[in-house]
T-cell receptor
Framework: DAGVIQSPRHEVTEMGQEVTLRCKPI?????LFWYRQTMMRGLELLIY????????DSGMPEDRFSAKMPNASFSTLKIQPSEPRDSAVYFC?????????????FGPGTRLTVT | KQEVTQIPAALSVPEGENLVLNCSFT??????LQWFRQDPGKGLTSLLL?????REQTSGRLNASLDKSSGRSTLYIAASQPGDSATYLC????????FGAGTRLTVKP
């Protein structure tokens, strides 16, 4: 298995531009998580999906952030418009949910820089 | 709201030493706890998952224990090696995934 795939690996954009991050979970996993990691705040859960349905988006910082999962093999995290404070590493993780247990597998991350 | 704390924040040991990393959490009603390692500039690699009904899990030189009632987990690394140098994070699941800030481990040759 290729593991969780994220693209792009690096993104540099100007303030005000739209940014779309992409994630392909591990085949057969039914849960998907988006995280943001910064030096100041560490790893923060933004949103997670079970069976393509958003379960908890309370971590999404503002309306500028949106996430979709149109099918079991693809998810996007969009920031529009982007701001310099959005600069961070964004991770996607997937899991096969067993009861209430999640064993998460992480992708390599997308390093976003907003200038 | 679940708070997850990892102590120490950084640790430096000579090669061959056995060591313990600590993770504490405030809400003991958890479903599982997972330990990860993160190398600089990389993603997280899963090390061990402990379900709420389990007391410990072992993988090679790693042993993780869980004491739900006291809100604590420890990661024991035996016979440490320079390749173990990384940041170790614990994550707690109680329907809200929370990560600790991590322990940065350096194993000196």
């Amino acid at each position: 298995d290729a593991g969780v795939i994220q693209s792009p690996r690096h993104e540099v954009t100007e303030m005000g531009q739209e940014v779309t991050l992409r994630c392909k979970p591990i085949s057969g996993h039914n849960s998907l998580f988006w995280y943001r990691q910064t030096m100041m705040r560490g790893l923060e859960l933004l949103i997670y999906f079970n069976n393509n349905v958003p379960i908890d988006d309370s971590g999404m910082p503002e309306d500028r952030f949106s996430a979709k999962m149109p099918n079991a093999s693809f998810s996007t995290l969009k920031i529009q418009p982007s701001e310099p404070r959005d600069s961070a590493v964004y991770f996607c993780a997937s899991s096969r949910q067993r009861g209430r247990t999640y064993e998460q597998y992480f992708g390599p991350g997308t390093r976003l820089t907003v200038t | 709201k679940q708070e997850v704390t990892q102590i120490p924040a950084a640790l430096s040991v000579p090669e061959g030493e056995n060591l313990v990393l600590n993770c504490s959490f405030t809400d003991s009603a958890i479903y599982n706890l997972q330990w990860f390692r993160q190398d600089p500039g990389k993603g997280l690699t899963s090390l061990l998952l402990i379900q709420s009904s389990q007391r410990e899990q072992t993988s090679g030189r790693l042993n993780a224990s869980l004491d739900k009632s006291s809100g604590r987990s420890t990661l024991y690394i035996a016979a440490s090696q320079p390749g173990d140098s990384a940041t170790y994070l614990c994550a707690v699941n109680n329907n809200d995934m929370r990560f600790g800030a991590g322990t940065r481990l350096t194993v000196k040759p």
